[in-house]
């Protein structure tokens, strides 16, 4: 797997496997400490060609979307969080992170199944 981040260098995952494809329809990938996101703040992790933005509420809910707001690609990961949503940095659409779907505009973004398991976020890239 190539596992590059985005903002900052996270401990590297604990993922058995070296690669991940798309086509892996159920693969649950650790993306390392939940520390490593402050409460209120998304990071974005990058596996290959595609990056995911990771979402740490303040009451410490967390969401996993895709890092590519579907309005001009704007890096959600840096948006505003809370309430269960993140405004994109670049014109302010809201997107809701349970759905992925776009308050008040057309268009969604995907999001991913992710929970922090003894301190560590595992998310599930579905296919
Ligand atoms: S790129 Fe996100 S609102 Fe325009």
Redesign the pocket.
């Known amino acids: 797997m190539s596992y590059s981040p985005v903002t900052e260098t996270p401990p590297k995952p604990s993922h058995p496997r070296n690669t991940w494809s798309p086509t892996d329809p159920m693969d649950q990938v650790d993306l390392g400490s939940i520390d490593f996101i402050p409460p209120g703040e998304g990071r974005a992790y990058t596996f290959g060609r595609k990056t995911i933005a990771v979402f740490r509420q303040r009451d410490g809910r967390l969401f996993a979307t895709d890092d590519m707001?579907?309005?001009?690609?704007?890096p959600?990961a840096d948006g505003l969080v809370g309430s269960g949503k993140v405004i994109?940095?670049?014109?302010?659409?809201k997107i809701d992170l349970e759905t992925g779907r776009c308050l008040g505009e057309n268009g969604a973004v995907r999001t991913y199944p992710v929970r922090a398991v003894n301190g560590r976020i595992l998310v599930t890239l579905t296919a």
């Open positions: 707001c579907p309005h001009k690609a704007g959600l994109c940095p670049l014109h302010m659409w």
